[in-house]
């Protein structure tokens, strides 16, 4: 049997503590409302408030002075200034919540003082309690007995925590000098900090020595490496590898609609073509909750292994609205949606960009715009990438550039690919470019689209010429319905990503077909 993994970490506490991992990152935060404004802020504060001083009776004089420091800032008019300007600029209550207090994390990590620094997870933590109170769902408490596992943790979550059981804590980051060092060491609650990201689940053995500065996991437990560059789009087969009956590679890749649809299928031989984050995000407080966007995304590229996987950003607006938006003016089915959306609302691209930033670490991600119809969509989507890098570059967090493409779904965008220099890769969507091309409704789109199918398949056949040698891929219903494969074959596609059901038919076709879409010698 293998010996289990010691780690080296840095002691923040002293003691020594094993028990089952409780692992923080989690994609099923509470959804907060939006309704209600600014009064509805209001109150949430104000619970946020009684539930601190609730948790400071019979606090020691240490844990009081925190209390009352993050209750300073809750009551600090100028918090409440800067979230009320940010409101009458347009901007949704809880949006305008998260840039304030994010604005105020940021001047904090930036400062030279490691005790100023180790502030910031105070601020994190008011901001987190702030939204569970909008969603009325108070901050989750954890097993007793468990070993904390996280990036960090919020000084009232220690303090709502039951020590008495026994437990530990061991965080990826921290401090010696923050809040929750500071507690543990006057609680003799064993913690380690600066273990660097690890993998462990929910209920895995994890031991935590807080005098030697170690954490010790299981029997295959092991630290994520960073994955090793590869080409932008890169899509090459690699092992399950499918061919065509004339030998050509094909690359079948899968479409997600939610995290949950990878954990069946089998990473060595399956990448995911397109993950639809529309259908996980699906409120405007998950668009502001850039920790559990990173943690479904990365839940997503730790199942795909070092298979590639394409996230595309928020496909919202039309048919599609975002709860939270829905009296956004444009939002129609021909107007305001996709990439147009999210750079007119750049404060819900720039929390999911660093969700992606974040996220790329743990995989091969390319992120796919969706909707483009001009160059400069692009240009102007990739430079917002650019800044909130250098925004994480500052903060130390850990992150990575993606490759960035398009999905290609816009007539006027497939009928000039070759104008489009800055995409790293296209996917062509055949539903909204059926649609589109066909002057459909939506409603009406499933009768159109066998009469639509040869114009469809001519412009595609135009549009992957005007490629330049890009990474092309095609994602939408045509692909994974056999009846088209001939032609979509012909037309010069060889990665196709379908839904995991259809997934099987596919490959089967694809087998009795040869390149160009003939059938194989004896079919």
Not at 147 to 169: Q, T
Not at 181 to 199: D, E, H, W
Not at 301 to 330: F, H, N, S, T, Y
């Amino acid at each position: 049997m293998a010996a289990p993994l010691r780690l080296t970490a840095k002691s923040a506490s002293p003691g020594i503590a094993s028990g089952p991992a409780f692992v923080a990152e989690r994609p099923d935060a509470p959804a907060p409302s939006t309704a209600g404004g600014y009064a509805a802020l209001e109150k949430a504060i104000d619970i946020s408030i009684g539930e601190l001083e609730r948790l400071a009776d019979g606090a020691d004089a240490e844990s009081r002075d925190i209390i009352d420091f993050q209750i300073e800032v809750l009551r600090d008019p100028t918090i409440a200034e800067a979230t009320g300007a940010r409101m009458e600029a347009d901007e949704n209550v809880v949006f305008a919540w998260v840039a304030t207090l994010d604005a105020y994390i940021g001047e904090l990590e930036a400062a030279d003082e490691e005790q100023m620094r180790a502030r910031a997870v105070d601020i994190l933590d008011i901001k987190n309690r702030v939204l569970g109170a909008l969603a009325g769902t108070p901050v989750a408490d954890f097993p007793p007995g468990s070993i904390f596992v996280g990036k960090d943790m919020e000084p009232s979550r220690f303090l709502a925590h039951d020590w008495s059981k026994g437990g530990g804590i061991a965080l990826f980051a921290g401090s010696t000098a923050g809040h929750v060092a500071l507690l543990a060491r006057a609680k003799s609650v064993p913690m380690v900090i600066g273990t660097g990201r690890f993998s462990a689940a929910d209920g895995d053995p994890v031991g935590v020595d807080g005098d030697a500065g170690a954490v010790v996991l299981k029997a295959g437990g092991m630290l994520i490496p960073a994955p090793a560059q590869t080409p932008a789009g890169d899509m090459q087969t690699e092992s399950g590898e499918l061919r065509t009956a004339d030998g050509v590679p094909i690359l079948l890749s899968i479409n997600i609609n939610d995290p949950a649809e990878i954990d069946a299928l089998d990473p060595a031989t399956t990448g995911v073509g397109l993950m639809r984050s529309e259908f996980s995000v699906t409120s405007i407080a998950d668009a502001a909750n850039e920790e559990r966007q990173l943690a479904i995304y990365r839940r997503v590229l730790e199942q795909a292994g070092d298979r590639p996987v394409i996230i595309r950003m928020l496909d919202i607006g039309g048919d599609k609205p975002l709860a939270g938006l829905e009296d956004l003016p444009g939002l129609s089915a021909s107007g305001l949606r996709g990439i147009r959306l999210l750079l007119a609302r750049p404060e819900i691209a720039r929390v999911q960009a660093r969700a992606l930033l974040r996220a790329a670490v743990f995989g091969r991600l390319s992120v796919m715009l969706p909707m483009v119809t001009f160059p400069d969509e692009i240009d102007r989507m990739r430079e917002l990438f650019r800044e909130e890098a250098e925004k994480l570059g500052r903060r130390s967090l850990l992150h990575r550039m993606p490759p960035i493409g398009m999905m290609v779904e816009v007539p006027a965008a497939a009928l000039m690919l070759d104008t489009f220099g800055s995409a790293a890769f296209f996917s062509f969507g055949t539903n909204d470019l059926t649609q589109y091309l066909a002057a459909s409704s939506r409603d009406d789109i499933d009768a159109d689209a066998d009469n639509a199918a040869p114009a469809v398949l001519r412009l595609l056949a135009q549009a992957v010429k005007l490629t330049a040698g890009k990474p092309v891929s095609i994602c939408g219903d045509m692909a994974g319905n056999p009846h088209y494969l001939p032609g979509l074959l012909a037309a010069g596609l060889r990665h196709f990503s379908v839904a995991p059901a259809r997934r099987p038919a596919i490959r089967s076709a694809i087998i009795g077909l040869n390149a160009d879409g003939t059938k194989a010698a004896g079919e």
